[in-house]
């Protein structure tokens, strides 16, 4: 089973950025498509955005134009910048391979007015 370890959250002011990393234990992530979902406290998780093998990108509106997804496969890893991040953007970040549940552990964003 492949393991997904996520970095990068840490406390930031508004306005500011962030890139999280997702990296894989295998070279799983090659074939599949890879994802950012976020779940902040009281609500559901929901998704953020997702890059396809073929490097299709989709993104929540709530975050399109200030985030990025991008992969490198050469390194099992997965990435998300985050710029002009905003309050509304605290949660914990969680990667994930396929549409199973390969879940990573999550890595906590938090953004202070």
């Known amino acids: 089973q492949v393991q997904l370890v996520e970095s990068g959250g840490t406390l930031v002011q508004a306005g500011g950025s962030l890139r999280l990393s997702c990296v894989a234990s295998?070279?799983?992530?090659?074939?599949?498509?890879m994802g950012w979902y976020r779940q902040a406290p009281g609500k559901q998780r929901e998704l953020v955005a997702t890059?396809?093998?073929?490097?299709?990108?989709v993104y929540a509106n709530s975050v399109k134009g200030r985030f990025t997804i991008s992969r490198d496969n050469s390194k099992n890893t997965a990435y998300l910048q985050m710029d002009n991040l905003k309050p509304e953007d605290t949660a914990t970040y969680y990667c994930?391979?396929?549409?199973?549940?390969?879940w990573g552990q999550g890595t906590q964003v938090t953004v202070s007015s």
């Open positions: 994930r391979l396929g549409f199973g549940n390969d």
């Open positions: 890059i396809s093998a073929a490097a299709d990108r």
């Open positions: 295998t070279n799983a992530m090659r074939g599949n498509t």
